[in-house]
Antibody
Framework: EVQLLESGGGLVQPGGSLRLSCAAS????????MRWFRQSPGKGLEWVSS????????TYSDSVKGRFTISRDNPNNTLYLQMNSLRADDTAVYYC????????????WGQGTLVTVSS | EIVLTQSPGTLSLSPGDRATLSCRAS???????LGWYQQKPGQAPRPLIY???SGATAIADRFVGSGSGTDFTLTINRLEPEDFAVYYC?????????FGQGTRLEIK
């Protein structure tokens, strides 16, 4: 059974940093691209970042480019999202997802972790 | 960026009814890379449909996706009580991946 378990969310002050982790199991992690999405009440569902199976192809949304860094540890089946210079509008539930290899859509989602940026 | 517009915003129906949800794209969605998700309060989005019409794993066959180009539809036949939720369309064929704003399906 595919499982994605996010952790690392919490309350952080504006300008602060946070690192999210996503522990994957139930599939060969190193064979699949992964993505982060987020959802806030004001902006709905939003794609944040993607990383290829080998970690060599990375893309970011314009809203996080230069502040967030996606990475992965294939031997330990873990996806990361390093978030720096956090702003109030980064407040959201962050979801880790697995990209389907042949279709491209996100076929499995974690339960999400809440990030709140507030003073 | 492809903008997805969903209609209606809210749909009020009864169990047993048929629901028709629309998703219109600002430009053609490549290779029918259009998906639908269901979301209930406090839960992650659940994949329903990918490639415009293919059912995701373990999805009941009363969920039917159709459409191409810029106009897509999710039809839910014979609504069950557990189907009342928010539904989102998503295009994943062009970067950035984008979502519609959602349609809330509520019990009448």
């Amino acid at each position: 059974e595919v499982q994605l378990l996010e952790s690392g969310g919490g309350l952080v002050q504006p300008g602060g940093s946070l690192r999210l982790s996503c522990a994957a199991s139930g599939f060969t992690f190193s064979n699949f691209a992964m993505r982060w999405f987020r959802q806030s009440p004001g902006k709905g569902l939003e794609w944040v970042s993607s990383i290829s199976d080998g970690g060599d192809v990375i893309t970011y949304s314009d809203s996080v480019k230069g502040r967030f860094t996606i990475s992965r540890d294939n031997p330990n089946n873990t996806l990361y999202l390093q978030m720096n210079s956090l702003r109030a509008d980064d407040t959201a539930v962050y979801y880790c997802t697995k990209r389907s290899d042949d279709t491209g859509y996100s076929d499995y989602w974690g339960q999400g972790t809440l990030v709140t940026v507030s003073s | 960026e492809i903008v997805l517009t969903q209609s209606p915003g809210t749909l009020s129906l009864s169990p047993g009814d048929r629901a028709t949800l629309s998703c219109r794209a600002s430009q053609s969605v490549s290779s029918s890379s259009l998906g639908w998700y269901q979301q209930k309060p406090g839960q992650a989005p659940r994949p329903l449909i990918y490639g415009a019409f293919s059912g995701a794993t373990a999805i009941a066959d009363r969920f039917v996706g159709s459409g191409s180009g810029t106009d897509f539809t999710l039809t839910i036949n014979r609504l069950e009580p557990e189907d009342f939720a928010v539904y989102y369309c998503q295009q994943y064929g062009s970067s950035p991946i984008t979502f519609g704003q959602g349609t809330r399906l509520e019990i009448k």
